[in-house]
């Protein structure tokens, strides 16, 4: 038996990252999953290594950023499988460009807002209704270590996912009676592909702009997997008494 045996799950942004790794996840626990991705090649290779893996999932391409699409992507997803149990909402990430709020280009507002926020928003928008419909379940949420201490130089990504975090207590709050609980993740340095892009592996290179904090904070670098696990506790009924909660998977980075 899976933790999510006889669920079906949405997850955005699963043709990478940590939504890849937990498309992965789920499905080996039970779930038929969506892979709502943006870009077809990813969203595609993402859906076969579930299939190759023995799971059950289905590519639908999804802007998180467009209400009709992901309307759309919601209503395909309810046409595949007759339902939606769990929402994973974890398209989103920072730029290079984003800086601090006297520097920062306007431009970047948009682009992080628009993806980490809005996304964030207009998904449980359209997927909530059918998790009711269900009878209920979660929304995880992706909100950031970056929210939770002032250390970080991006300030429209910090403010994207301090954000997160006020919109799913408010989420919990509201939906509890609908048997829905809502949780966000807030990981540390997560070494997916496009954190490898913009500062490498610290664990592998020591000129790493990251390689500081990992010595000080030995447990807060790690991979799209072990994210995936807190993701997996918060969707399946392990977690049932656990709502409105950030989860500090930043291995000791914002307690100390």
Known sequence: MGDLDGKVAFITGAGSGIARAAARLFALQGARVIIAELKPELGRASEASVREAGGDAAFVETDVTKEDNVKRAVQQAV???GKINVLYNCAGGSIAQDEP???????????????????TFLCCRHAIPEIIKAGGGTIVNMSSGAALRGSYKGH????AKGAIISFTQALAGRYARDNIRANAICPGLTVTERV??????PRKSPDSPMAPALRSHPFSVGDPEDIANVALFLASDKSRMITGASIHADGGGSAY
């Not at 429209?156 to 403010?159: D, H, K, R």
């Not at 490898?196 to 592996?201: E, K």
């Open 79 to 81: 046409a595949r499988y």
């Open 101 to 119: 709020v006297t520097d920062v280009d306007m431009s970047v507002w948009q682009h992080t807002m628009s993806l980490d926020l809005l996304g």
């Open 156 to 159: 429209v990504y910090t403010a």
């Open 196 to 201: 490898i892009r913009m500062f490498g592996d």
